[in-house]
């Protein structure tokens, strides 16, 4: 079978997952789908009703980083595998911490017991690690963290764009600036029609 990714274009995690794709090369199914009216076939293969989620011959995979690992396990021309034990960390606090407190600086009437300006310095705190950090990349060149952690920079830099392009952070700024304006994001960014039951395939990439 030619393997299923679900989708939502917007999504961070789902972002990560076709980027890894794209690089792979690996030809996928793409299911783009609305998170407000997710349909029973993708309910049915996720389980935990998130995107990205990826049906193979298999099995179901229903994390964003272990999707990537698949597509590069089987593909890595650019050798995003290839990167030191350091890059795991930086996606932990990626996924964690930093996660949160983007949450809770983006969404903040979802957490209205909670006070923004200190979660975004929070935030703003493991930037500033990243911003030391980089040299053009987090280790000279791309790897899988680099493009596991960007989707989730741009998401915050876009909360307040202007703020964000006035802070101290020249490396993060850069970096970010050359991700969006690659052609692998351009690419993973193409809009797609909303997947109903029935529609043609939609490879991918």
């Given at each position: 079978m ?8 917007r999504?961070?995690?789902a ?6 794709v794209?690089?792979?090369g690996?030809?996928v199914e793409?299911?783009?789908?609305q998170?407000s009216a ?7 293969a996720s389980?935990?009703?998130t ?6 011959a298999?099995g179901?995979?229903d994390?964003s980083l272990?999707i990537?690992r698949?597509?590069l396990?089987?593909n ?7 990167m030191p ?6 996606i932990?606090r990626c996924d964690?911490?930093f996660k949160?407190a983007?949450d ?10 909670e006070?923004?300006?200190?979660h975004?310095?929070t935030?703003?705190a493991?930037l500033t690690?990243l ?5 053009g ?8 963290a680099?493009m ?5 920079i ?5 909360i307040?764009?202007?703020?964000f ?5 020249p ?7 050359h ?5 692998e ?6 809009k ?6 029935g529609?043609p395939l939609v490879?991918?990439?």
């Amino acid at each position: 079978m030619t393997p299923v990714l679900w989708s939502f274009r917007r999504c961070p995690y789902a972002i990560r997952a076709r980027l890894a794709v794209v690089a792979s090369g690996v030809s996928v199914e793409l299911r783009d789908i609305q998170l407000s009216a997710k349909p029973a076939e993708f309910l049915q293969a996720s389980p935990s009703g998130t995107v990205p989620c990826l049906e193979t011959a298999d099995g179901v995979i229903d994390e964003s980083l272990d999707i990537m690992r698949w597509a590069l396990r089987l593909n890595d021309p650019h050798g995003w595998l290839d990167m030191p034990e350091a890059g795991m960390a930086w996606i932990a606090r990626c996924d964690g911490p930093f996660k949160n407190a983007l949450d809770r600086t983006k969404y903040e009437s979802r957490y209205p017991d909670e006070d923004p300006l200190i979660h975004r310095a929070t935030a703003s705190a493991f930037l500033t690690d990243l911003n030391a950090q980089l040299e053009g990349w987090l280790f000279g060149r791309p790897t899988l963290a680099d493009m596991a952690i960007l989707p989730f920079i741009r998401q915050f830099a876009f909360i307040d764009k202007a703020w964000f392009d006035a802070q101290p952070w020249p490396a993060l700024q850069d970096w970010l600036a050359h991700f969006l304006a690659s052609p692998e994001f351009a690419q993973v960014m193409r809009k797609q029609t909303v997947w109903s039951p029935g529609q043609p395939l939609v490879p991918f990439p």
